[in-house]
């Protein structure tokens, strides 16, 4: 009994993952034409799409030189992809067959008639809608899905006896014999009521270490809770080369970022350069569209952090940083958009890449191997917010990060949980 699958792979899949088909083992792939089409269109853009786009194909023109892709290719990992040419006649009355969304759905209805065991991949929620109204099982392309509601929080919360706590306020250290994460971070509580303790695993000496409880300013900004504390402690830690930073809004991500940045690169010199860029994710049209030159249109996405720089100067005295202005005039800070980042090599930096839950797996990949030797590279955002139609909290590249490289001894994360903005703030990020 053949028992192999038969995947029908939508455009957007591609865009996400371009070689997407190297994730169906030993099944039948379907790319139909219309996809074929879809890619061709998008393959001229100057954008990550576009890049994708022509990885897609190139992948797919070499698994052609290897055979005929209309009969099927056999792929190494033991799959057969196949491209469906025609798309078929028989559609049902209410589909309009000429829309290329629907001639792909069409192509999975006409193999699962035919007697396949179709399963229709797509990124786009509606598309799965209709394909699963026809009849067709419709499955989101889950290789790089994470669980949001599990997500790795950087640190634990554990009651303690109050032994322990004056263990560790006696010595520094207490031995810890359960394995954590090499970052992770331990808050300890006790049946008195009295402040939890936060500590920080050691995994060269298997012990719990003590973190002072004297939170000082960083460029004027201080921690006002565990969450941020721990955030503070992995940003200014020159051992840990990649930092996480997830929370909803007003939990101080991009703020507590851009402090450490300026201590490091201003004060400290320890980086040559602060470099502050977000994905520009519009609605509709993309950076080009807006008046101006370059820099007046960066403005526009921009602004948030010019914000946060502004803030953090408000209460940053330092008697050789004036302005913003002055910082970027001196190259002390770059503010970039993403797009420019790609294809630079950035070695002896502090990188903040806010609002990072904008990007796919693929795209956070692109980036963060852009840094060079020395650099820092710090991803904020909140995985609730996602303004790209083909991503969720699930499956972008700032929650897949997270949870891909907390094992890792140079990685550092902390879920900030509490809005530290204002009670209408934080009510906001509830309720709405």
């Known amino acids: 009994m053949n028992n192999r699958k038969t995947f029908v792979i939508d455009t957007n899949v591609f865009i996400h993952k371009p070689d997407a088909i190297v994730s169906f083992r030993d099944n039948e792939v379907v790319v139909p034409l219309a996809v074929l089409e879809e890619l061709d269109k998008l393959k001229t853009h100057s954008d990550e ?79 799965r809608v209709k394909a699963a109204a026809l009849g067709i099982k419709a499955v989101d392309y889950e290789k790089q899905k994470v669980d949001i509601q599990n997500l790795y929080a950087g640190y634990r919360q554990i009651d303690a006896s109050q032994e322990t706590v004056a263990q560790l306020a006696t010595y520094g250290a ?65 051992a840990v080369s990649l930092v996480t930073l997830v929370g909803k809004a007003g939990t101080g991500k991009t703020l507590l970022a851009i402090a450490a940045g300026l201590k490091k690169a201003v004060e400290e010199r320890r980086y040559s350069r602060m470099l502050v860029t977000r994905p520009v994710v519009p609605f509709g049209k993309d950076i080009g569209y807006l008046p101006g030159a370059k820099e007046e249109k960066l403005a526009h996405w921009m602004q948030p952090l010019f914000d946060n720089l502004e803030f953090i100067l408000s209460v940053y005295k330092k008697e050789k940083v004036r302005s913003i202005e002055q ?85 550092g994360h902390v879920t900030l949980e509490k809005s530290e903005r204002s009670e209408l703030a934080e009510l906001a990020a509830e309720l709405l």
């Open 327 to 411: 910082l970027i005039s001196t190259r002390m800070i770059e503010i970039e958009a993403l797009t420019y980042i790609r294809g630079r090599s950035l070695p002896n930096q502090y990188i903040i890449i806010d609002e990072a839950q904008n990007l796919s797996p693929h795209e956070i990949k692109t980036i963060v191997s852009r840094a060079g030797e020395n650099t820092k590279v710090v991803l904020t955002g909140d995985p609730y917010q996602i303004d790209s139609p083909y991503l969720d909290s699930n499956s972008n590249g700032l929650t897949y990060l997270v949870e891909t490289f907390k094992d890792q001894t140079l990685f």
């Open 174 to 238: 207490i031995e810890w014999k359960e394995q954590l994460n090499p970052r992770e971070y331990v808050v300890l509580s006790t049946s008195s009521g009295t402040e939890p303790v936060l500590t920080r695993y050691n995994a060269d000496a298997a012990a719990l270490d003590l973190l002072s409880s004297d939170q000082k300013k960083v460029c004027g900004i201080r921690a006002l809770n565990l969450q941020q504390a721990i955030a503070l402690d992995l940003l200014l830690d020159d």
């Open 49 to 127: 799409k576009g890049r994708n786009a022509r990885q897609a194909i190139r992948f797919l023109d070499d698994a052609g030189s290897h055979g005929q892709l209309d009969k099927g290719v056999k792929l190494d990992n033991g799959s057969i992809l196949r491209v469906v040419v025609s798309p078929p006649k028989d559609a049902p009355p209410d589909i309009i067959a000429s829309l290329p969304d629907n001639r792909i759905i069409l192509t999975a209805l006409s193999l699962q008639k035919a007697g396949h065991r179709v399963f229709f991949v797509s990124k786009d929620i509606n598309a």
